[in-house]
């Protein structure tokens, strides 16, 4: 089993920044990559980011590349946390975020983030 908690999600205005935590924790050992996903009011869930957890490397949709970044932070063995940096926000941001291990089909409550002046 593995838990997840999203948070950090807020109303902001456009040109904004606001950062995600995503805390996973359980049996995290087969874990490799863990992704950040959206779902903007009304539509499906799209992949957002994802960050393999040993090396480090990082893809992007391009709806977002150049404006957000995935990080991780690995250091204890019994939990990964990683952060989702969003910077130039656009009303087309506002969503509710979720993270999600690759390959595993365990998700959070999600973090509503909210775009609007």
């Known amino acids: 089993q593995v838990q997840l908690v999203e948070s950090g999600g807020a109303l902001v205005q456009p040109g904004g920044s606001l950062t995600l935590s995503c805390a996973v924790s359980?049996?995290?050992?087969?874990?490799?990559?863990i992704s950040w996903y959206r779902q903007p009011p009304g539509k499906q869930r799209l992949w957002v980011a994802t960050?393999?957890?040993?090396?480090?490397?990082?893809?992007?949709?391009d709806a977002v590349k150049g404006r957000f970044t995935i990080s991780r932070d690995i250091t204890k063995n019994t939990e990964y946390l990683v952060y989702l940096q969003m910077n130039s926000l656009k009303p087309e941001d506002t969503a509710v975020y979720y993270c999600?291990?690759?390959?595993?089909?365990?998700w959070g409550q999600g973090t509503q983030v909210t775009v609007s002046s």
């Open positions: 960050i393999y957890t040993t090396s480090g490397t990082t893809n992007y949709a």
């Open positions: 999600n291990p690759k390959d595993h089909d365990y």
């Open positions: 359980g049996s995290i050992s087969s874990i490799y990559a």
